[in-house]
């Protein structure tokens, strides 16, 4: 590891693990397929074609891998799913749609280190049996989605794709597909839709779940950049050696990616659970900012629930301060919120909590793909009440209205955009009323916006 | 219906222990055990998309036994204890499973009805007082139902197209669309013709038309029909009459050998519309356009209202009474042999009414009879090759074995004076059957009735107002030999009067008494005088008819949805 040369100023953080950014930012790297061989790529692939396809799942499982993409669902569970005497072809995506607010950090593996990815798509797919992959690249990324044609390119003429690799037998195709430009193409039935060309309308689950009903119907994993790549040290170290990274069911490293009021906001890949809050913020991303208290902090992408600053959580026996909650699944799941995509998001106290507030509804009103009632409905509805908040138009009703709107989406909806989008209101409610009310004024109770609501209530409704 | 008993699943509905068929869905489940589950997007003929989220209930499965935990005993019956599940479930597209249970009358049922309620209506226009959909809007029940009577939303609302033009008999006001999809699914699943499509997102989501497309298919209309709301109204029906003033009658469509069940809205004799009417058998749900709208002649000026009779003088018609009518008639026809006498009687006709005719003819011994075919290309959904009602009944109780086959010796006879009397039974046979006013010229007596004034009418001697379709009653035997049952929705105008009521007065006219006051009893005598009907009542044909005989026609459109059920995508 010592010998690892990075770029000036972008070197790990000691208390960083890199086993996935291992190549990022490292000096004389580049994203070629000579590079990656060089050191040593592609030998894991060689190592898994030499296995049984069950083995390697059996190795996933082993492993504990949980899901990278927001759900933490482990990996070899889901591989597990797919129907034991299935005839149909047997599909895997990757998802690349990267679009949780506060999330930075797959498209550093395809910027970087590409065949990272693609070794680990291909042990996937030998895994599982996939002939055919997907990469599904968010719209926004037009250089990631050419580095990876050409990525794939490169590993089919050295035999690592295409018909009989490696002389196994086995057969893989992998094509990328430059995503719709929509935060909903990343959920994975939304993301099939889109892959079908339609619009991206999350598919009801039951039926479609997509390892027995996902791309034109067949059995398809669909998991997450950084997932895929894990699998390939999983390969490399063995799923139990593997296992002992992090903590048990919060194994393996993690990328976090530190954004907001921070001194050094940035990715930074950890062993998961290795780091508390307050060292992740502290010693990592090198504290606050000058003068500055914690307000708040979401820890796992926008749509997870906000942590107040000052408060304490009731971990088992223990009682946690913010700064103490080690950062893996199940603590911030104890906590009442979740580690999700690993975006963290630090709030100091020069914010305004309703702006904030405010931004996270615009964003999810305007991503809500309009299917389902209660989001499609509800996700304008929060906003519309947090434009007024912010613009001094809002009464504290309006801030009860507000709460009864995200309960009235979480868990009723078809996907969970639901949840996205009414968690945040949930918790910020929840943990800041006094601050959101605060921003309020109560001569504004019966103002009414609309004049068809006016009539409605003048008694003709 | 015997289910093997393997094949039945218990489920828990409301605290009651029901059993239904395995891949039964929840919310029928629901409806069979009497409970109605509030729903706009789900249609039992197309796929379920879960979008509306308005049949979310309290669902709950067998409790799981952790590791080491002892599965729960069950009770006498089977039954375990259910274990509920905090999240609603949709009881539209989810089915049934052993020991689930379902709360329709929860806590938690209601307050996600009425949160689904308060967000459809929170961008809804609430434009009721002028929507065409008042009387008949799901959003207003449901509203009604479920709703909290309050509305807590306080924002402008978003503004969308209103009046939008989609095509030619379809108007569009997308402020009230609830996005429930049922209009492109149907376009899509159904008619093969997907012009429908949301544009834009989240509460913009827009419903229109695909660029360089309309909504210019001949079932278009079903849209207005399944649209839950008043977002897609029919050009030709709105603004026209408020639901609630309108009579319903239940019969058939006469457009072809199909028999589309049907309900016709009518108010004072008038028909203002006519939408499908759901029989498994024959049209599922759905019905072309070209056959809703053809109703406008109905009450047109172009109705032959009196008995008319050709003046003295030879040349112009004059109005004349039933009596003297029938009267005339009866003295011209006494004077020719049978072989001299053609009846053309229709296909349009029903069943009794072809009995009588068939009466008829043996009262003048008449030597020639036939009805007027009418064939047109088969759309491949509903409408038949057979655009005439009641082929089937023409043979089977008229007895004429090819319809059509004689009508060019009759046009001969005609030609050559061996044919000196004819009588034309609602058809109009210059226009229809290809006969020239100057071979109906040579005739020395022609009777005629129609509902509308026409060219054979013009050469007739007597011409008798004929009730259409509507203003009559009686069964017809749809192409694929279903009895179905034709119901009078109006009275016809001024003097017309139903074909077998013509037909019976002409009998008795012309001295043969038979003491018949109504249609049923006409159709209590079809089974006498033809085996088919044997033991079958009118009562026994019901709502929706009886299958009659076998036939080799089968409807396209029923083929596709039997495999579309067959797959698990609808209900069906
Ligand atoms: C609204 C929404 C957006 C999502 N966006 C992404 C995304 O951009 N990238 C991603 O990997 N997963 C995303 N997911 C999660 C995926 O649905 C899916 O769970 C994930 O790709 C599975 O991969 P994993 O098991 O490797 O985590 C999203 C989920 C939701 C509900
Ligand atoms: S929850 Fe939102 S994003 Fe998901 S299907 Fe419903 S409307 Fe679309
Ligand atoms: S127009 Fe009517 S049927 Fe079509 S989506 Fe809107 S509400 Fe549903
Ligand atoms: S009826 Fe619309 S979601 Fe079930």
Request: charged share 25%.
């Amino acid at each position: 590891m010592s010998d690892l040369k990075y770029i000036a100023g972008k070197e790990p953080h000691p208390r960083e693990r890199r086993m996935i950014f291992k190549n990022v930012d490292r000096e004389g790297w580049d994203q070629s397929i000579d590079t990656y061989e060089k050191d040593g790529g592609y030998e894991m692939l060689k190592k898994a074609l030499k296995m049984e396809p069950g083995d390697i799942t059996s190795e996933v499982k082993a492993g504990g891998l949980r899901g990278r993409g927001g759900a933490g669902f482990p990996t070899g569970v889901k591989w597990g799913f797919l129907p034991p005497n299935n005839e149909k072809p047997v599909y895997l995506i990757c998802n690349a749609d990267e679009s949780e607010p506060g999330t930075f950090k797959d498209r550093y593996i395809i910027h970087q280190d590409p065949h990272q990815l693609i070794e680990g798509m291909v042990i996937s797919c030998f895994a599982v049996n996939a002939k055919l992959a997907y990469i599904y690249i968010r719209e926004e990324f037009p250089e990631g989605a050419a580095i990876l044609e050409k990525a794939i390119e490169e590993a089919h003429a050295k035999g690592y794709l295409g018909k009989d690799i490696l002389g196994t037998g086995f057969d893989l195709e992998i094509y990328v597909h430059r995503g719709a430009g929509a935060y909903i193409c990343g959920e994975e039935t939304g993301l099939i839709e889109s892959l079908e060309g339609k619009r991206p309308y999350p598919r009801i689950k039951p039926p479609y779940f997509p390892a027995a009903m996902g791309l034109y119907l067949c059995p398809t994993i669909v998991n997450n950049v950084e997932t895929l790549c894990h699998v390939k040290h999983i390969i490399e170290l063995g799923g139990e050696e593997w296992a002992k990274i992090g903590k048990p069911n919060n194994t393996g490293t993690r990328l976090l990616c530190v954004s907001g009021d921070v001194q050094k906001p940035g990715y930074y890949e950890v062993e998961v659970g290795s780091l508390t809050m307050g060292e992740l913020i502290n010693d990592v991303c090198g504290g606050l900012k000058e003068g500055r208290k914690l307000l708040a902090v979401i820890p796992g992408g926008s749509s997870a629930k906000v942590l107040r600053g000052d408060e304490t959580y009731q971990v088992g026996d223990d009682e946690l301060t913010i700064w103490d909650i080690p950062m893996d699944f199940d603590t911030l799941a104890a906590c009442g919120s979740m580690a999700g995509s690993g975006g963290v998001i630090v709030i100091d106290d020069s914010r305004s909590i309703s702006w904030v507030l405010n931004n996270i509804n615009a964003f999810y009103a305007h991503e809500s793909c309009g299917q389902c009632t209660p989001c499609r409905e509800g996700s304008l509805w929060m906003k519309k009440i947090t434009d007024r908040v912010v613009a001094g138009k809002a009464s504290p009703q309006d801030i009860d209205t507000l709460y009864g709107v995200a309960k009235n989406i979480d868990g009723r909806t078809i996907c969970a955009f639901g949840e996205a989008c009414s968690w945040p209101t949930e918790s910020f409610v929840e943990k800041f009323k006094d601050e959101l009310v605060a921003d309020t004024k109560p001569e504004l109770s019966d103002d009414i916006l609309n004049p068809e609501s006016e009539l409605a209530a003048a008694g003709l409704g | 219906m015997s289910e093997e008993k393997s094949d039945l699943i218990d489920v828990q509905i409301n605290g009651e222990w029901h059993s239904f068929p395995k891949g039964t869905r929840m919310i029928e489940a629901c409806r069979l055990a009497g409970f109605e589950v509030p729903h706009y997007c789900y249609h039992p003929k197309l796929t379920s998309p879960g979008n509306c989220r308005m049949c979310l209930v309290e669902m709950g499965m067998p409790p799981r036994p952790r590791p080491g935990e002892d599965p729960p005993e069950p009770d006498e019956d089977g039954h375990v204890p259910i274990s509920w599940i905090p999240r609603p479930a949709i009881a539209c597209a989810n089915t049934i499973a052993p020991n689930m249970g379902i709360r329709t009358e929860s806590e938690m049922t209601e307050e996600c009805r009425e949160g689904v309620m308060e967000l459809l209506l929170a961008n809804h226009p609430l434009d009721c007082p002028i929507c065409d959909q008042a009387g008949e809007c799901s959003l207003q029940e449901f509203s009604v139902e479920h709703g909290n009577g309050q509305s807590r939303f306080r924002e402008q609302k978003v503004k969308k197209p209103k009046n939008v033009d989609i095509g030619p008999r379809i108007r569009l006001d997308d402020e009230r669309c609830i996005m429930c999809s049922r209009c492109i699914r149907f376009m899509d699943e159904i008619a093969d013709d997907p012009v429908l499509g949301f544009t834009d997102r989240g509460s913009h989501t827009t419903l229109t038309v695909h660029p360089g497309h309309e909504l210019s298919n001949n079932y278009s209309l079903n849209t207005a029909d399944i649209c839950p709301v008043g977002a897609l109204t029919s050009n030709d029906f709105r603004f026209q009459m408020r639901v609630w003033f309108m009579k319903e009658t239940h019969t058939i469509d006469t457009n072809c050998a199909t028999g589309c069940n049907v309900t016709v809205f009518s108010r004072e004799d008038k028909i203002y519309r006519v939408i499908p009417r759901r029989n498994d058998d024959v049209n599922s749900d759905w019905m072309p356009d070209s056959h809703r709208l053809n109703i406008h002649w109905i009450d047109s000026e172009a109705r032959l209202t009196d008995p008319l009779i050709r003046d003295e003088d030879g040349k112009n018609h004059r109005v004349a009474n039933w009596a003297e009518a029938l009267q005339r008639s009866a003295e011209a026809l006494r004077d020719f042999d049978g072989g001299e006498i053609a009846v053309i009687a229709s296909a349009r006709m029903t069943n009794e009414e072809l009995l009588i005719t068939k009466r008829l003819v043996k009262q003048l011994n008449a030597g020639h009879v036939d009805v007027v075919p009418r064939v047109g290309e088969p759309d491949g959904y509903l409408i038949s090759a057979d655009r005439n009602p009641n082929t089937n009944g023409a043979k089977l109780v008229l007895g004429v074995e090819d319809p059509g086959a004689s009508l060019d010796q009759i046009k001969d006879g005609i030609a050559q004076g061996r044919i000196k009397a004819l009588i034309c039974l609602q058809e109009n046979l210059v226009d229809d059957a290809g006969f020239s006013a100057e071979n109906l010229g040579k005739l020395d007596f022609l009777l005629t009735s129609y509902p509308l004034a026409n060219p054979t009418a013009e050469a007739a001697d007597i011409v008798l107002p004929g009730a259409c379709w509507a203003e009559k009653s009686g069964t017809m035997i749809n192409g694929t030999g279903r009895l179905q049952r034709l119901n009078k929705c109006i009275d016809g105008p001024g003097q017309t009067r139903e074909s077998w009521e013509i037909v019976r007065d002409l009998i008795q006219a012309l001295g043969g008494g038979n003491g018949i006051y109504s249609a049923t009893e006409l159709f209590a005598q079809l089974g006498d005088e033809v085996s088919e009907f044997e033991g079958i009542t009118f009562g026994q044909i019901g709502d929706l008819g009886i299958p009659l005989i076998e036939t080799d026609e089968t409807i396209p459109l029923l083929e596709r949805e039997a495999e579309r059920k067959a797959q698990g995508l609808i209900v069906g």
